[in-house]
């Protein structure tokens, strides 16, 4: 079993995966707790999914009683840029590092699944892979496999590979050798938990969804509330900030798969071409990007918020077409966007006046 433990962690290398650890599917006892207290404080917001077959997602043991280990595999993301620079650069969206490139979903299930083929060919038994996309608890399982810890921003951070990580599993029945689980190694660090704009950790190893930036972008549907959206600045998928200003980072290296390295046209993209997206110019330019998933009207909605929050008066005529666009959240973004850019009009008047 060590034996062969040893050389499935060299096949995950050769495939491409970043790192291998293995642990069982019931070392995670905590979960259950964590997930219900959770979704009783309603941190989950619109994700209702959440909510459904909690008695999977809290305790991976049930979800496939047959399954002996859980093969944990980390795959890196890293950047070759600083994800928070862009920020600065008021006329131009910032785009979440994951997904400036092909979707993960489909590049990880390939390695998985030839990781699984292997085994199977190796040693018999059966596999289920996972990717992000069942009820698994992804996280807890590649903590209690020692892939790393759950920072206090809830995310991976890995000693060896700091925090840009996509997470992959291969459910199996053969009983293989479990690695220890990582310990905290946060200390007294708050950098993730201070740099919030949206002030989204109630507490460390806390995050309300509702609150969060990456899920007010991607999975919030409609308006998002009017206190919220001069904090999500620039930011039009996702949000790095937390990630980004990790100390562990300084081991981070910049991806090997070229699938995930930043296409040109989303590496700050102009604010006022991305206003100007049809749902079929929108389809086409993010066909096989992880954005295309929330659709034209949702990523529109996020680009008037930027261009309002842009404070720059010459971009208001790239949304004012949308403020009779025929999706409510466009039109509710880009009036919002138009009032908030003539409002500062006005001041810099103000001003000249010397009023």
Excluded at 56 to 74: H, N
Excluded at 75 to 88: K, Q, S
Excluded at 123 to 132: N, R, W
């Amino acid at each position: 079993m060590v034996d062969l433990t040893e050389r499935l962690k060299r096949e995950a290398l050769d495939v491409g995966f970043a790192d291998c650890r293995i642990c069982r599917p019931g070392d995670v006892p905590e979960v259950m707790a964590r997930l219900r207290g959770f979704l009783h404080k309603g941190y989950h917001g619109q994700m209702g999914w959440l909510a459904e077959r909690v008695h999977w997602r809290g305790a991976p043991d049930v979800l496939w009683p047959e399954a002996q280990s859980v093969i944990m595999l980390a795959e890196n993301y890293g950047p070759d840029d600083d994800p928070l620079a862009v920020l600065e650069v008021r006329d131009r969206a910032a785009i979440s590092v994951y997904a400036r490139n092909r979707d993960y979903h489909d590049v990880v299930k390939k390695r998985l699944k030839r990781l699984g083929r292997w085994l199977i060919d190796t040693a018999g038994g059966e596999i289920k892979v996972f990717v992000d996309t069942a009820p698994v608890p992804e996280k807890p399982l590649a903590q209690a496999a020692g892939l790393g810890w759950q920072g206090k921003h809830s995310n991976l951070v890995s000693r060896q590979l700091g925090s840009w990580l996509f997470l992959g599993c291969v459910f199996t029945t053969l009983e293989l050798t479990p690695d220890g689980a990582e310990r905290d190694h946060c200390g007294s660090c708050r950098a993730c938990l201070d740099i919030c704009p949206t002030n989204a950790f109630p507490a460390p190893y806390q995050v309300d969804a509702r609150l969060c930036i990456s899920y007010l972008t991607i999975e919030h549907k409609g308006p998002v509330d009017e206190g919220l959206r001069p904090g999500l600045g620039n930011r039009i998928y996702g949000c790095d900030d937390c990630l980004a200003v990790c100390p562990w980072n300084k081991f981070a290296r910049r991806a090997e798969e070229v699938k995930y390295h930043a296409r040109d046209d989303l590496v700050a993209p102009p604010l006022a071409d991305l206003a100007m997206l049809d749902d079929a110019r929108f389809r086409a330019r993010f066909s096989g990007s992880p954005i295309k998933r929330i659709g034209r009207d949702r990523f529109v909605r996020n680009v008037c918020y930027a261009i309002g929050n842009s404070g720059l008066p010459t971009l208001i005529p790239s949304v004012q077409a949308l403020c009779e666009d025929t999706d409510e959240a466009v039109r509710d973004a880009a009036r919002w966007a138009v009032l908030r850019l003539q409002a500062r009009v006005s001041g810099l008047s103000g001003k000249q006046d010397g009023r």
